[in-house]
């Protein structure tokens, strides 16, 4: 199970949905810049690149 610290709502592992499924063929790393930027310039960045049928990872 998992739980939504924020929610306290569970979900089994099971329900977790897996089809569609996508092979990945090609992963590369580009970084989009979020710092020295503008709120708006980052999340329009960001979206741009979603508008592209990328994926977008985040890491802290």
Do not use: C
Request: hydrophobic share 40%; no cysteine; aromatic share 6%.
């Amino acid at each position: 199970m998992v739980l939504g610290e924020q929610t306290g709502l569970w979900v089994s592992a099971s329900s977790i949905q897996t089809i569609p499924h996508y092979d990945i063929s090609s992963i590369t790393e580009q970084r989009i810049e979020t710092r020295k930027v503008s709120q708006a310039g980052a999340i329009a960045d960001i979206k741009t690149v979603l508008d592209q049928n990328q994926a977008v990872y985040l890491g802290f």
